[in-house]
Antibody, heavy 117, light 112 residues
Framework: QVRVQESGPGLVKPSGTLSLTCTVS?????????WTWVRQPPGKGLEWIGE???????YYKPTLHSRVTITVDKSKNQFSLKLNSVTAADTAVYYC??????????WGQGTLVTVSS | QTVVTQEPSLTVSPGGTVTLTCASS?????????TNWLQQKPGQAPRPLIY???NKYSWTPARFSGSLLGVKAALTLSAVQPEDEAEYFC????????????FGGGTKLTVL
């Protein structure tokens, strides 16, 4: 059974960098899969952030493209999200998701990241 | 910026049928948008229900079905159960120089 689990700091200072890691179990990060990040501000809807394939590359939401980097660590079977120059608007629950074959799942449980001084 | 529009809220009676729709600001939604539908209940992660317009996961109840309805994607719930009360999000794929996915704003479905 494939599982994905987010981890990382729950508090980031304004103008700092948000860094999260997703640990994958039950599947290889080198599979023909798009590993995805999605976020959800408190009380609001879902926002697709971006995705990475271990050899096909990365795609990002156009309006976040200048601040986002998604990478893969094959040795740890993980993928990571970095979002720089954060503001309060980046406060959200961040989910990592296994994509591929035009479907999305499983989802991690999500991790709340708050941007505050 | 691409906008994906869903009904903000809908109400349905138990046992009834309801259709949720998903529209794109770029034009008609076709099978090339690989529409996904997800259900989210309070405090939980989203749960995928439908992928590629009308394909179900092994856990998707038979009363849920996805389709294209005119220029929109649609999710129809038949014989609605109280446990179907949730928020439903559609997700569309956009090709081009920078392929990306866009979520709709979500539909809050009340079963009353």
């Amino acid at each position: 059974q494939v599982r994905v689990q987010e981890s990382g700091p729950g508090l980031v200072k304004p103008s700092g960098t948000l860094s999260l890691t997703c640990t994958v179990s039950g599947d290889s990060i080198s599979s023909d899969i798009w590993w995805t990040w999605v976020r959800q501000p408190p009380g609001k809807g879902l926002e697709w952030i971006g995705e990475i394939h271990h050899w096909k590359g990365t795609y990002y939401k156009p309006t976040l493209h200048s601040r986002v980097t998604i990478t893969v660590d094959k040795s740890k079977n993980q993928f990571s999200l970095k979002l720089n120059s954060v503001t309060a608007a980046d406060t959200a629950v961040y989910y990592c998701v296994r994509g591929g074959d035009w479907r999305f799942g499983p989802w991690g449980q999500g991790t709340l990241v708050t941007v505050s001084s | 910026q691409t906008v994906v529009t869903q009904e903000p809220s809908l109400t349905v009676s138990p046992g009834g049928t309801v259709t949720l729709t998903c529209a794109s600001s770029t034009g008609p939604v076709t099978s090339d948008y690989y529409t996904n539908w997800l259900q989210q209940k309070p405090g939980q992660a989203p749960r995928p229900l439908i992928y590629s317009t009308n394909n179900k996961y092994s856990w998707t109840p038979a009363r849920f079905s996805g389709s294209l309805l005119g220029v929109k994607a649609a999710l129809t719930l038949s014989a609605v159960q109280p446990e179907d009360e949730a928020e439903y999000f559609c997700l569309l794929y956009y090709t081009g120089a920078q392929p990306h996915w866009v979520f709709g704003g979500g539909t809050k479905l009340t079963v009353l």
